[in-house]
């Protein structure tokens, strides 16, 4: 059947930002998404609020809209652009949900709006528990013993029946979010209110506990003629109780003989049928007891997911491009196999012949009160993906590719009760404590017993333990080439090699020239070599045949960011594709090395030829000796590639863009005061500590409050504000651990100061302005953190200069060639310069999308040689619009978590919104980053420090005018009353009750502004911040945020959609 | 078990793999092909059809789940010799019995792993199926490459004489299912007479299954004395080697089909109901060996992913005015099915039994289950 004519333009909806659960995966099968359609004549229509995304690239789709998405604003975009379908499936929950709630409204039958890909009825069977239940029941399936639960009673009859312990998943939420599993009643009442609050339809599926059961996930496509495929199987090395988003998961499926594969195989098509998913990709998940093999169904995805990115970066068979071919009519027979050139058609299943191993990426160094036990919630931020042809060398890949400090299976503790505990109630770093189990002389049996892990992935681990052990006191050259050999061959980096051995990894490097032992890249192809490819993707491995053939074009690197983690995620990975579009289309041959299978720089059709593989130096510096690229980019992919920029430069390896020595001159605290001294530029005093005495007088020299970090930091990681010595005392203590042999920096704070980023470019000669976005929470809240406006909204012109006249001089004193980023503090009319990074900043896709201009691409051209004037951008862009950034916090996923802002960055993500004037942009963002300003009318809660209690006046002024009736603690109340404004007095939490935490739980408040400051009012007042989380009251931690807010509602919540291409035509 | 003697692998071309011997010790030639599938081994070595071949399997781990006693399609293994990229020192699953080390040491099969097993699969790609040698144990790369020379090929070697059982047997197992294992048949509606060209066990499994008691005869039985059964159908193995050296089997088949007997073939039993039908066979490159392969039913239009294990293939531009190709491999457009216009019989060039594999062809069983059914309602 060929592809329906009767449809022309369909409506595709993005997955918003990045939370835990949803991350850049949805952008790689929007994008996928956009393009297939686009190439089959449909007109696209994309709505996403996350601008940090490839798929809101403005030419992605035929229309844009980077706007909130909820049901009511796409009824707004149905409306002006009457879409005669809706693809849902592309992004994740958010997008399905959106589907179901604009079908509910009746918007889609109003509109006439064909949902295609997956029915109403599909995506209602699969996600309501108990019809989906029900179905497995129907196609005679086991699943586990279960029941629903409405309400709190209703939950504990149904556990009565099941024991404990019990496993709670609330319906219809993302990531497995409010979800856990309870060993007695009072985690199971704990977890079950949770989970009430957390489902959208306050439904509870109560379940079995299948915990040490193996877990397994089949990925299947179908298309409309009812033809299936497995496009992978994936075997979790963590057993059932953890998320599979947490798992540590390998494909294919590792222990099932023949037998039981095909019957996993036949109940995954079954699902798929019963449950009438139509056409595309989805994934279902399986358990299997050990003991018997029986066999249950767990759960299934009527869409694309996180799996199935993994799974198509795992076989090279793009799921998302083919679902949505499917989804306007074609079938799998009709659609070729890109891989092999066409040669085969997309109706196959591939073979691997290679092991895929997918380890997943924590934060929880930023939520220290947050529970760090993996259970059916998920918890972790990112993903590294590695290819090997044996387990042992995809696992190692993998955690050298994780960065966190690992190269392999280090050792972390030997004492056995702590190994022990870690096994049977896994956290972020189980598969270290099974190494650690096995030096301690565990069994496998011993192990298995209280890990549950297949003693088959134990047996693999003890092995690459056993290897570690034989080199216990010998020296490198002891080791001759056969054993080096084998030891590269089960994947051993040369830095763990080096620690074993008591060298170092340069060392190690040297001595496999030497013996001339060095990897082969083997070909991702889909199908085992059976059919010849062209397509270069690629892995390393230590084997005899290598298949890179480079070829002779003049080539240019691109050094993707690794796994996501706070502080580096997607709008680094969107950098490095624009690079390599950009050096594409400029006539170079593009070359990308990344590791995260959730990226679109790690779909193979992003470069010309594509690398997964860990970026450390060992890796980096293989596929440089193969490939001789004549430049490398370091600067896009955020901390990651710049920190081996040095050592790349050390060995030979052609960086391009600004030089690794003035990245070191932009870091280096000594060299960029000088820096600034000499173009007579300001800098907060600050000093640089080696070590706590120093540290304690120098804080005396330049005075508190000090803002203090480790130096060559991403993300604010470890970064305090300190107020008096005593806290300095601990940090230094602290801050030892995290930063090695880093030295620790002291800045003074700004206090009340307001926050600017510019991003600027050159290509050494001219440096054009990109952007300058005026922060909304003033200096002191993690630039990631803060919202921000571009353009600036409170920020006179002659100050506006003034940046743009530094940022210059910056530039073209660190000879920047690319992107630049800095950040700049105003007190009064004072500027001064925080920081600057001559690199791409997390702002860069924000930034290209609100002026209309691919800064990335540019900056990447200019670093390839070509000038900004031959490329037509010499003159900064300045909207006659607003668009508004706002950041998104994963403290619901952390129960205990404060939701206060500071210098640490914790946001995962980020959301945009566009107006006419600031309020318009700034409602939207809020109603795409949370649950949107509340109406007027309400009632507020005031609580501020003394120092802000004149400058509140101003807001419940606003808030008055608004409507809102006003309750304030004493003190704040007492302002607000002498400046002549009614308010109630409420009682803090300490003051006794009834407080102002009864007033949020009884539903009294609509809107809190709660700003504290010492450690003691931050401590006070947490209770407060918990329940408006728990409550989703709007609150904001700032009086700048406020102030944003009343502006905000100002506006009011009649919201005009627009387009980014219609808003770009603007510019001209 | 130790796994500390070496193995070479030499191919006809002169290519030399060294690695270590995983089964027993010395020489075994055949002709070296390669297996996509990634599960199912027990199945793959267990198979007759893979007689004189020296089987590669592409996924590298081989031997993870050990070695059941139930995944057998026959009594012993018929590959002639094993090569892989790794064993795993230990297996998991809650069926194994043995390690595969264990299994190839009882079977006295010859295997070598530590291979650059996807080089090996590369060259077979580019230059076909080559004829080879594993040594395990004392090598020597000089006799080894000699003896690959020496090996004739498969061309012109008719091995389903060598598989077939002696004598006539009767079948009951069904099929496998979880936590049941097999079952035993009850009231069988049909009497199907299966020919034993080197039949797969599953093949009479999913027979028995469907309600047919069988009477299994030896290759080259005449078609009087299946006759003399008194059949409902009649069933045509797969087999190993060469369709065209087996005259017996094709004047057999050619009697069977103008009695107008249902009559269902499968991969060989498909190459000879083709050639009794007077149509030719051929040599393929490489073949097709595999759990993944697409095949279109030209009746329905639908793709069913199929299990494949041959190197000769019917001829599709050689079919006779009486047969009809009813399904074709999306891979390379080869012929995968035949039916005959004049006589209620058909046959299929893959695997619909799997094992291993997909289910996706298993149709094809109802399918002549309903034929007999339409044909003894008729007589």
Redesign the interface.
Do not use: H
């Given at each position: 059947m060929p592809k329906r004519t009767d449809l022309d333009s369909i409506l595709i909806i993005g997955a918003g930002p990045i939370v835990i659960g949803q991350a850049c995966e949805f952008d790689y099968s929007g994008a996928q998404a956009c393009k297939a359609l686009r190439e089959e004549g449909y007109k696209v229509i994309l709505v996403n609020s996350n601008p940090a995304t490839i798929m809101t690239d403005p030419d992605m789709a035929d229309v844009t809209y980077i706007e909130p998405i909820t049901w009511q604003v796409l009824e707004k975009i149905i409306a002006k652009e009457r879409p005669s379908a809706l693809l849902p499936t592309m992004g994740g929950q958010t997008a399905l949900n959106c589907a179901l709630d604009l079908a509910k409204h009746g918007v889609l039958e109003k509109y006439g709006v064909e949902m295609i890909g997956a029915s109403k009825e599909a995506i209602d069977k699969a996600e309501d528990r108990e019809k989906f239940k029900a179905a497995m029941t129907r196609l005679g399936l086991g699943s586990a013993r279960s029941a629903i639960a409405h309400s709190m009673e209703e939950a504990l009859q149904v556990q009565a029946a099941l024991g404990f312990p019990t496993i709670i998943r609330p319906s219809f939420t993302m990531g497995g979010s409010g979800g856990g599993i309870a060993y007695n009643k009072d985690e199971f009442v704990a977890i079950c209110e949770r989970g009430l609050e957390a489902s959208p339809t306050h439904e509870l599926l109560i379940e079995e506990s299948l915990l040490g059961w193996k877990e397994y996930e089949m990925e299947v496509v179908r298309d409309r003629?009812?033809?299936c495929?497995?496009i992978c199987?994936i075997e979790n090395f963590d057993p059932m109780g953890v998320h599979t988003g947490d798992s540590i998961t390998v494909a294919?499926a590792?222990?099932?003989?023949?037998?039981?594969?095909?019957?996993m195989?036949?109940a995954s098509l079954a699902v798929l049928r019963e449950i009438g998913v139509d056409t595309g990709g989805s994934n279902v998940q399986f358990a299997t007891n050990?003991?018997?093999?029986?066999?249950v169904v767990i759960e299934m995805n009527p869409r694309v997911s996180r799996s199935s990115a993994l799974a198509s970066k795992a076989t090279g068979f793009p799921i998302a491009k083919i679902a949505a071919k499917l989804a306007v009519g074609y079938?799998?027979?009709e659609l070729r196999n890109d891989i092999t050139g066409g040669a085969?058609?997309a109706?196959?299943?591939?073979?691997?012949?290679?092991?895929v191993t997918k380890v997943p990426r924590f934060a929880f160094e930023k939520f220290p009160q947050a529970d760090d036990r993996l259970t059916t919630q998920m918890k972790s931020v990112g993903e590294v993906m590695a290819m090997g042809?044996?387990?042992q060398e995809s696992l190692q890949k993998a955690l050298r590719g994780l960065e966190v400090g690992a190269d392999g299976l280090d050792p972390r503790t030997t004492d056995r009760e702590e190994i022990e505990a870690e096994l049977m109630s896994p956290g972020p770093e189980r598969i270290w404590y099974v190494g650690d189990a096995f030096r301690a002389g565990m069994s496998?049996d011993e192990v298995h017993a209280v890990s549950k892990i297949?003693?088959?992935f134990l047996?693999?681990i003890q092995?690459l333990i056993e290897m570690e052990t034989a080199l216990a006191n010998r020296t490198l050259t002891d080791v001759g080439a056969d054993e080096l050999r084998r030891l590269k061959r089960a994947g051993f980096s040369d830095r763990r090699l080096a620690k074993l051995l008591g060298t170092d990894q340069h060392a190690v490097r040297a001595r496999r020239g030497e013996l001339a032992i060095h990897p082969v890249y083997?070909r991702v192809d889909t199908?085992?070599?059976?059919?010849?490819t062209q397509t270069a993707y690629m892995y390393s491995t230590y084997?005899?045949?290598c298949?890179a053939q480079p070829g002779d074009r003049k080539k240019i690197m691109v050094l993707g960011g690794g796994p996501n983690r706070i502080g580096q995620g997607i709008e680094f990975d969107y950098c490095c594709v624009h690079a390599a579009l950009s050096l594409r289309e400029s006539g170079f041959e593009t070359i990308m090395v990344n590791c995260n299978p959730e990226t679109v720089s790690t779909d193979y059709d992003t470069s010309d030829r594509l690398y997964f593989e860990p970026l450390t130096l060992e890796d980096v510096l293989e596929i440089v000796r193969i490939e001789k690229p004549v430049g490398v980019i370091v600067q896009y992919g955020g901390q990651t590639p710049l920190k081996l920029a040095r050592d790349l430069e050390k060995n030979g390896v052609p960086i391009i863009g600004t030089s690794p020595d003035m990245i070191d001159a932009a870091e280096d605290r000594e060299r960029f005061q000088k820096m600034l001294h000499d173009l007579g530029l300001k800098q907060p005093p600050n000093r640089t500590a080696r070590n706590p005495d120093s540290a304690i007088r120098m804080a005396e020299e330049i005075g508190y409050p000090l803002v203090v970090r480790p130096s060559y930091v991403l993300g604010g990681r470890a970064m305090e504000i300190v107020r008096e010595e005593a806290d300095l005392v601990r940090y230094m203590a602290e801050a030892v651990k995290v930063s090695n042999d880093s030295p620790v920096l002291l800045d003074r704070f700004l206090n009340d100061a307001i926050e600017v980023d510019v991003d600027a470019l050159s290509d050494g000669e001219q440096v054009v302005i990109g952007g300058i976005m005026q922060h909304i929470e003033q200096a002191g809240v993690h630039s990631g953190d803060s919202a921000c406006s571009l353009p600036p909204y409170s920020l006179s012109d002659e100050l506006q200069d003034e940046l743009r006249r530094q940022t210059v001089a910056m530039a073209k004193a660190l000879k920047v060639c690319g992107l630049m980023n800095v950040q700049f503090a105003i007190q009064g009319e004072t500027v001064y310069v925080l920081e600057v990074n001559p690199r791409a900043s997390r702002t860069v896709p924000y930034v290209s999308k609100a002026i209309g201009a691919p800064l990335a691409k540019i900056a990447a051209r200019a670093m390839a040689g070509l000038s900004l004037k031959s490329q037509g951008f010499e003159k900064e862009i300045i909207p006659p619009y607003y668009c508004v950034k706002e950041a998104v916090f994963p403290f619901r996923k952390f129960p205990g978590v404060d939701t206060i802002l500071g210098p640490e960055m914790k946001s995962t993500g980020e959301v945009m919104g566009v107006g006419d004037n600031f309020g318009e942009a700034f409602v939207k963002s809020q109603l795409a980053s949370s649950d949107g300003l509340p109406k007027a009318g309400g009632r507020a809660f005031i609580s501020v420090r003394s120092s802000d209690r004149d400058a509140i006046v101003e807001v419940a002024q606003g808030l008055r005018d608004l409507g809102f009736s006003l309750v304030a603690t004493r003190g704040t109340a007492q302002t607000i009353e002498s400046a002549g404004i009614p308010v109630a007095v409420v009682n803090k939490v300490k003051e006794g009750r009834p407080h102002i935490v009864d007033m949020i739980k009884n539903g009294d408040i609509d809107f809190i502004v709660n700003v504290v400051e010492d450690k003691k009012a931050v401590k006070d007042s947490y209770a407060i911040r918990a329940e408006a989380l728990a409550r989703r009251v709007v609150y904001f931690t700032t009086l700048a945020g406020a102030h944003a807010a009343c502006l905000g509602m100002r506006h009011g919540s009649e919201l005009e959609v627009y387009s980014l291409q219609s808003l770009h035509q603007r510019l001209h | 078990m130790s796994f500390d003697q070496p193995a070479i692998l030499v191919l006809a071309d002169g290519s030399v793999f060294r690695g270590r011997s995983i089964g027993a010790e010395g020489t075994t030639t055949g002709e070296v092909v390669f297996n996509t599938a990634l599960t199912g081994y027990q199945e793959i070595l267990t198979d007759p059809s893979y007689s004189r071949q020296i089987v590669t399997l592409t996924y590298p781990h081989i031997g993870n789940v050990g070695v059941n006693t139930e995944d057998v399609e026959a009594a012993a293994t018929h590959a002639a010799g094993l090569v892989v990229r790794d064993v795993p020192r230990l297996h998991s699953n809650f069926r194994a019995g043995q390690s595969l080390p264990e299994y190839l040491k009882n079977q006295n099969l010859i295997a070598i792993a530590d291979i650059d097993t996807r080089r090996l699969t590369r060259i077979l790609r580019e230059k076909g199926a080559q004829n080879g040698c594993v040594m395990a144990g004392a090598v020597d790369e000089a006799k080894a490459l000699d003896a690959a020379r020496a090996f004739p090929g498969l061309a012109g070697m008719d091995l389903a004489k060598v598989v077939t059982a002696p004598a006539p047997y009767e079948w009951t197992e069904t099929e496998w299912k979880l936590g049941r294992g097999y079952c035993a048949q009850a009231a069988p509606r049909f009497h199907v007479v299966a020919y034993d060209y080197g039949v797969k066990r599953n093949i009479l499994r999913m027979l028995a299954e469907r309600g047919c008691r069988l009477t299994v005869l030896p290759a080259t039985a005449s078609a009087d004395e299946a006759l003399a059964l008194k059949p409902d159908g009649v069933f045509l193995s797969n087999g190993p080697g060469d369709p065209e050296p087996c005259d017996y089997a094709i004047r057999a088949i050619g009697e069977l089909v103008t009695t107008k007997i249902p009559l269902f073939g499968i991969c060989l039993g498909h190459q000879l109901l083709a050639l009794a039908s007077g149509a030719r066979t051929v040599k393929m490159k490489f073949g097709h060996h595999g759990a993944n392969h697409p095949v279109k039913d030209l009746d329905s239009g639908r793709v069913a992913i199929t299990s494949q294990n041959h190197g000769f293939a019917v001829d599709a531009a050689t079919l006779p005015a009486n047969l009809r190709s009813t399904h074709v491999s999306l891979f390379d457009g080869s012929l995968q099915g035949i039916a005959r216009t004049d006589a209620p019989a058909f046959s299929f060039q893959g695997h619909p039994e799997a094992s291993p594999g997909p289910h996706d062809m298993s149709y094809l069983f109802d399918r002549f289950i309903q034929m007999m059914a339409d044909h003894t309602a008729v007589h």
């Open positions: 003629k009812d033809n495929i497995i199987s294919p590792q222990t099932l003989t023949d037998k039981e594969y095909q019957i195989r036949d050990p003991a018997d093999g029986r066999m079938t799998l027979d085969t058609p109706s196959f299943e591939p073979s691997i012949d290679y092991v042809r044996t387990l496998i297949d003693p088959w047996d693999q092995a083997k199908c085992a070599a059976e059919f010849a084997e005899e045949e298949e | -």
